[in-house]
């Protein structure tokens, strides 16, 4: 997601440097650049030339912030132009509250995710806000869409209605608020079907089944590979539907991100939730300024967090944050602090989430982030209960041997203990860097534990130099 258009503007904005304030040939090359990259990413040609105009507008005449280039300026004034356009830092998303149940309409065209998505929110609204919501498949045109959600519910322990798809979706509608009413369901979602192009049969049977439905809220899902054509569906949707919010499906594939960041300025509707994968839990809350954030390669700390909480238990993470603070984080506690990080989901994807780390990734491609932990778990696998609690006891005939029953080189054990000592070394550090000493410092961790429960998450808990050990780097 993006990783073309970040790749484009950080060179960009390498770039602009030096000088006392902002040149108009300065500024005027870097907007060509900026232009050009975000048109490559399919981003919808007004758009683009709105953000450009706007950019040049605040930069120029502009005295350079103190401690700021020219370059960190304009990155500055673009992330603000950037989050504008997403739907501003004051978007919410809905509260999914009135009278029960509050219906949740799904549209898109065939294949944009909407039987997916579906599954999706339900789970989002049942974990996240613990609303009690049931589903109904009222796709009528493609009955492997009705067991496709039926298989989805049934895997995420959401009920859903065996809609008699036969009788037409009108009458699906019908029986399924009847449902939903008796069963007296918070939120009913509502997955209507799709076509491979708008079309009059499609909004008129969109229609008779908002009149029987009333939906408080209506969402349409695009495809984010889709490309610019997305915004005319989008277009179209509104205007014959008249859609509250957006979503935008597959933003984990090879998208280049044109759709996300045109559809809000396009069509003025929100967008409210992204796709990020193909599982049920693989839905994120759209916050502009968190966007705004990983298009610029500056992570996204806020999401981090909450993949952190959903994972590590308040207990685990303050227990981890003291170990370390303590100096008695052992190889043991790493083997659990990295089975926690991968509960977080891929590692790939939890790197992007932190700040410079995506220029590090860059410089580690070819490098595959899972096996280089399934590579250090089977180094630490492969020593003794002993040796996990004290690595000091690891002496050359052990390491050989470690090496033998991990598949690994005895230099790849060494690199590894050399930086895992490092990272203990760096964890002392803290206790004495404006903490006020060792309890004071492990108090402050715990606090941070118990307001992120995840002491056992990134921050302090990776390698020096954003190396994976064993790697080499």
Known sequence: M????????????????????????????????IRRSLLEADVHFRVAREVCDKIREKALGQKVWEK???GQQVVQIFHDELVAVLGGVDQQLPAFAGKPPVVVLIAGLQGSGKTTFSAKLALYLTKKLRKTVGILPADCARPAAKEQLLTLARRIDVPAFDSPIERGAVEVARQGLAWAQKEFFDVLIVDTAGRQQVDDELMTELADVEKILAPQEKFLVLDSMIGSQGLEVARTFNEKVRLTGLILAKLDGDSRGGVALSARSVTGLPIYFAGVGEKPEDLEAFHPSRMAQRILGMG?????????KESISEEDAMASAEKMMGGRFNLEDFRDHLRRMKSMGPLEGLMKLIPGMGQAMQQMKGIDPEKEMKRIEAIINSMTREERGNHGILNGRRRERIAKGSGTTVAEINRFIKQFVETQKMMKQLTKLGLGGKGKAMAKMAQMAKTMKGGGGFPGGGFPGGGFPGSGG
Do not use: N, W, Y
Not at 2 to 13: A, I, M, N, Q, V
């Open 2 to 33: 993006f990783d073309k258009l970040t790749e484009r503007l950080t060179g960009t904005f390498k770039k602009l440097s030096g000088g006392a304030g902002l040149s108009e040939a300065q500024v005027d090359e870097g907007l060509k650049e």
């Open 300 to 308: 996204d700390v806020m999401t981090l967090i909450e993949k952190a």
């Open 68 to 70: 700021l280039s020219p």
